[in-house]
């Protein structure tokens, strides 16, 4: 069976048993801050779960889109080196939300796996937790399992958990011996230590009870299924291979890779490895470019940075001197574009993010090996013959160095890594990356609101500006539930029907007034902090307010007048930059307030300004035709498939809001919007700028900021055209010419200060020593930046000829050092060793080549120490 196939044929057999076919979600999960990427199948249903949300269907089945590269479930370091694991995998999952439990599961399972896609029983055995006597029985009795083929295992192999927080059970895998011949033993043992010959094929989570992370477990509302089958692994049983690496989903990439490497696969040597992880490393890339991640240093694109780096170096291993990562974006669009129809749209950018980075580690990797050679020539230098875990991680971390290729390039040179060294620093980088978006605050601000989970807010906004009797139903102060707030609290207001918009989706929340007869509160924010409730962020001004108590809710109109025209503004900025720019762009973020819209996009170039232009000629130009602007709810399924665009950030339920504006854009959405596009007046984009690799934001401003904008240009270029004298037209040449004269002051003083050292200079012979044989002149001289000193350096080191030249500079609150080295003095006296002793005596560090090295520091007042210490340095080297 293609895979194709297979994933056909398991959405069918379930469509069939009553569950509600779901498509996969994104690789970046929302609103989850305890997860990096989607690593289950699971992880889009964790509220039903726990009972945070509902849907209108109690069994689902899924091909959900995986990664799974940090934290427990990391399979990073195995890819390529076994036949079945991957960084990116496909896992087909069923579902089960409190309807039937672990006999149906396995019922379903056995079914599937032996009537559907007709495996063999016999070479088919079961694991169960040890303490699961029901899981065992069910296999035994209902489906006929010999006794001597279910082995129980502990908590490590049969007791899966999404991640230290969320849902957690009993699991039972149905495991497949694909060819005897591979490895001699008993079945329990091979599949204990992980033996190729058997393949875990699926795993069935008996779901009953979530962990917070503290050591607490709690049983779940009611007991619920979720399984997981990898499709990669179900493809090689079913395609008949002994490695998933020959299946249809990865002999494309592989023969690809081969080619132009100019080799054969297998070719049973370590070259195997790398050809393997090269074809894992891309589709993972293609497939997290394509739901908006970007590479960048920390988070989820240091992440995708990491995969790209590693699949280059890997190509370098066998060959690949230059970028070709990007040419295997296409192969993999190609073989994954029936059951995911949205990459073809997106292929020509994330080819072209791939070649980008591909080309950045191209020089890093150059710059990289320099600074390994120092490290290895200091440890040597010093008796030692390990490099320590610290530098290891900066290679790793600022070049992206794997471990293994430094410890190859170590043992090149006599050398071993400290490894355990370099895990401390890793598991540090990881845990910051994790922080590095609060997830852990967002965590502890989310169990505040756990008295809040059961109830249900009726939202008004879209049709109503106030509400006259809206009961409370929640208060919180403190980050605790209360029973009642008064005056000058800070708090927050749950009302069991409410007109303000809770912000979401890029949009504020809106702020307004709550009061009654005896209360009233400002609203400050309004936030949705769980599904279905929406909470009110509020000072209060007077009075008292407690649970039960009814309130008029009114929010700000002339603020949310200004929000709607942001709103629907953004929607038709979307549109213009696909329009003029490619179908590639993607919306990756935003933000819509009263006073600006922000729009965060994918593209790989800074937009001309002629193409800024065009943008907004064509929003207005749409403005100004007043197209109406409609909405209307319908099912997700439904609007996808009218073509309206969905935003990669957001998370959407079931029924979804379609807005259309005119016949140009549409898009799923909840805020709120003008009736017709004239209302919005006009739109000045005021920013482009980079935000990441390959991602570009807008900054914009609409309506009566709009009109102001251009009232304070226009006072701006009034005052200039002032101050200077001249009419509005000559303003660009008049700035130039001063930039001209600027410039050649500049030059002057440059010219100035140095000729003001040449006095010196010409006396150079008079302060050279010698120390052992070698020139050395010292030399601390005023009023030079960093670029002068180095152009003293060496127009004395030309003054010397053979010898060394070290001086120091106080430039504002920083001392200056540099050190020149002649050329026949490098090999046994470098610079940079020289002012590696010297510069920890003004606060700070350096660097540089064996010829040439400089430092800065923070402490000037140690100058004149470090420059006396210069000599005796020197002496120390030789």
Request: hydrophobic share 40%.
């Amino acid at each position: 069976m293609r895979s194709q196939d297979i994933r056909d044929a398991f959405l069918r057999f379930f469509a069939a048993k009553d569950h509600k076919v779901v498509p996969s979600a994104p690789l970046l999960p929302k609103d989850d801050p305890t997860l990096l990427f989607t690593n289950a199948g699971m992880n889009p249903f964790k509220n039903v779960f726990l009972g945070l949300a509902t849907r209108s269907y109690k069994r689902a089945a899924s091909v959900q889109k995986c990664m799974r590269v940090s934290g427990k479930h990391n399979d990073l370091e195995t890819v390529g080196r076994t036949t079945k694991h991957h960084t990116f995998f496909e896992m087909l999952g069923n579902f089960s939300f409190g309807d039937y439990f672990k006999v149906e599961a396995c019922l379903f399972a056995w079914e599937l796996v032996t009537e559907t896609f007709r495996l063999s029983p016999e070479r088919m055995v079961i694991t169960v937790y040890e303490e699961d006597d029901e899981a065992f029985r069910i296999w035994n009795e209902r489906v006929g399992i010999p006794a001597d083929r279910i082995f129980r295992f502990g908590k490590k192999d049969n007791y899966w958990a999404m991640g230290e927080t969320g849902p957690c059970g009993p699991c039972s895998e149905i495991h497949y011996d694909i060819d005897p011949g591979l490895e001699p033993g008993a079945p329990r043992d091979l599949i204990e230590k992980g033996s190729d010959r058997f393949c875990e094929l699926w795993n069935l989570v008996f779901m009953e009870f979530s962990q917070d992370g503290r050591g607490g477990i709690a049983r779940l509302p009611s007991p619920s299924i979720d399984t997981g089958m990898g499709l990669e692994r179900m493809a090689a049983v079913l395609q008949g291979k002994t490695s998933n690496f020959e299946t249809d989903l990865f002999r494309p990439l592989i023969d690809r890779v081969c080619e132009r490497a100019g080799r054969e696969y297998p070719a049973r040597d370590e070259g195997d490895v790398s050809v393997r992880i090269i074809a894992d490393h891309v589709r993972a890339a293609t497939f997290l470019i394509g739901d908006g991640a970007m590479p960048a240093n920390d988070g989820r694109g240091y992440v995708l940075r990491r995969l790209i780096r590693r699949a280059f170096r890997n190509g370098n291993l066998i060959g690949l001197e230059t970028p070709f990562l990007f040419d295997l974006v296409g192969v993999v669009v190609d073989v994954m574009k029936d059951a995911y129809p949205e990459l073809l749209a997106s292929s020509a950018y994330i080819a072209k993010v791939c070649l980008s980075e591909e080309e950045r580690f191209a020089s890093t990797l150059a710059s990289g090996l320099r600074y390994f050679r120092q490290y290895a020539d200091e440890v040597r230098a010093a008796g030692g013959a390990v490099l320590d875990g610290g530098r290891a991680f900066k290679l790793y971390d600022t070049f992206g160095f794997p471990l293994d290729l430094t410890q190859d390039l170590a043992a090149e040179d006599g050398l071993r890594v400290d490894e355990a060294g370099f895990k401390d620093e890793l598991e540090k980088q990881r845990s910051q990356a994790r922080q590095s978006w609060k997830g852990e605050a967002k965590v502890r601000a989310k169990q505040a609101y756990e008295s809040l989970k059961s109830l249900r807010v009726r939202f008004v906004g879209y049709e109503e500006a106030s509400v006259s009797d809206a009961e409370v139903i929640g208060l919180i102060k403190d980050g605790r539930p209360a029973a009642d707030i008064r005056e000058g609290d800070a708090a927050e207001v749950v009302l069991d029907k409410t007109p303000f918009y809770a912000e979401m989706g890029g949009q504020v929340g809106d702020s307004g007034v709550l009061k009654n007869a005896g209360f009233s509160a400002v609203v400050e924010t309004t936030l949705a902090p769980l599904p279905d409730v929406i909470s009110h962020k509020v000072e209060v001004l007077s009075g008292a307010l407690r649970l039960g108590d009814r309130v008029e809710a009114a929010y700000d109109a002339p603020r949310r007048n200004a929000i709607r025209r942001n709103h629907t503004a953004t929607h038709l900025l979307h549109a213009a930059l696909r329009e003029i720019l490619g179908d590639h762009v993607k919306q990756a973020g935003s933000l819509v307030s009263p006073s600006k819209l922000r729009f965060d996009f994918t593209h790989y170039a800074a937009l001309r300004r002629e193409e800024i232009a065009r943008v907004e000629a064509l929003v207005n130009e749409r403005i100004w035709a007043d197209l109406p602007v409609r909405t209307r709810e319908t099912s997700l399924e439904e609007g996808i498939r009218e073509g309206a665009t969905a935003i990669f950030e957001e998370k959407y339920g079931e029924q979804v809001r379609v807005v259309s504006v005119g016949d140009i854009s549409k898009e799923l959405c909840g805020g709120v919007h003008v009736a017709a596009t004239g209302q919005v007046g006009m739109v000045k984009i005021v920013s482009e700028s980079s935000v990441a690799a390959g991602m570009r934001r807008i900054e914009a401003v609409s309506g009566e900021e709009a009109l102001r904008f251009a009232q304070e240009s226009d006072a701006l270029l009034a005052d200039l055209q002032d101050s200077l004298g001249i009419p509005r037209s000559e303003l660009v040449a008049q700035v130039d010419r001063l930039r001209e004269t600027i410039k050649d002051r500049d030059k002057e003083i440059k010219a100035l200060r140095l000729k003001l050292t040449r006095g010196p200079a010409a006396a150079a012979e008079d302060a050279v020593r010698e120390v052992k044989g070698v020139r050395v002149l010292t030399r601390k001289v005023e009023g030079l930046a960093a670029a002068e000193l180095r152009e003293l350096a060496d127009e004395l080191k030309r003054k010397i000829g053979s010898g060394v030249v070290v001086l120091g500079a106080v430039d504002g609150p920083k001392a200056l050092l540099v050190v020149a080295v002649s050329k026949d003095l490098a090999d046994r006296l470098r610079a940079d060793a020289i002012i590696r002793k010297i510069a920890p005596l003004v606060g700070g560090g350096g660097g540089g080549r064996p010829e040439f090295a400089q430092a800065g520091g923070g402490r000037p007042e140690g100058l004149d120490r470090a420059l006396e210490e210069s000599a005796a340095a020197v002496e120390a080297l030789l």
